[in-house]
């Protein structure tokens, strides 16, 4: 399995507070993605990163920022958490076989965070 | 707008079936489709991963074939377990980033 892990696994907050979500790897993989999986919508992309400090919006981002200090992390921040917030996120990775290349291959998913909002 | 389709939502089916799952794409210019697991509560496992040049992969009871030209994907499983019982999801990637779109899975359960 490649080296994924997701912090924390579960959160309970309330409407209005900062959240912060952390994905780890150890792959050195140069992409990272947060997807967000919600019952009818299946999984949407909120943001990827390309490198250190290289972020894009992806199909559902209003709400949320990410920054990405160093290759192994990649946070996920809810600036002010709304219910309909409330899902399981996931981070994913993929490599990429030169530095300006696209990925090639596979991504390899995070086990995920559960994320209510009250 | 790249939409991806899998039919059925649900199947059950007796252990030792041979299956198909289907998924469809509406935008032929992918880079590659992938398929993966997901068990109830727990995070995605990627299964085969096909480039756009491929027609199909297979690891194990698990054959994945693309027919880019038609918009299509199927995922064979072969002499189905109980253990195989998960949503199976697919997955293309169309532009340069990386960025997936997914189906809606299909839930897979085998009875004993």
């Known amino acids: 399995d490649a080296g994924i892990t997701q912090s924390p696994r579960h959160k309970v907050t309330e409407t209005g507070t900062p959240v912060t979500l952390r994905c780890h790897q150890t792959e050195n993989h140069r992409y990272m993605y947060w997807y967000r999986q919600d019952p009818g919508h299946g999984l949407r992309l909120i943001h990827y990163s390309y490198g250190v400090k290289d972020t894009d919006k992806g199909e559902v981002s209003d709400g949320y920022s990410v920054s990405r200090s160093k290759t192994e992390d990649f946070l996920l921040t809810l600036e002010s958490a709304t219910s309909s917030q409330t899902s399981v996120y996931f981070c994913?990775?993929?490599?990429?076989?030169?530095?300006?290349?696209?990925?090639?291959?596979?991504?390899?998913f995070g086990p995920g965070t559960r994320l209510t909002v009250l | 707008k790249q939409e991806v389709t899998q039919i059925p939502a649900a199947l059950s089916v007796p252990e030792g079936e041979n299956l198909v799952l289907n998924c469809s794409f509406t935008?032929?210019?992918?880079?590659?489709l992938q398929w993966f697991r997901q068990d109830p509560g727990k995070g995605l496992t990627s299964l085969l991963l096909?480039?756009?040049?491929?027609r199909e992969q297979t690891s194990g009871r698990l054959n994945a074939s693309l027919d880019k030209s038609s918009g299509r994907s199927t995922l064979y499983i072969a002499a189905s377990q109980p253990g195989d019982s998960a949503t199976y999801l697919c997955?293309?990637?169309?532009?340069?980033?990386?960025?997936?779109?997914f189906g809606q899975g299909t839930t897979l359960q085998v009875k004993p």
């Open positions: 096909i480039q756009s040049s491929q």
């Open positions: 935008d032929s210019a992918i880079y590659n």
């Open positions: 994913a990775i993929s490599e990429s076989e030169q530095p300006i290349a696209a990925p090639r291959g596979e991504q390899f």
């Open positions: 997955a293309v990637r169309s532009g340069n980033t990386g960025k997936l779109i």
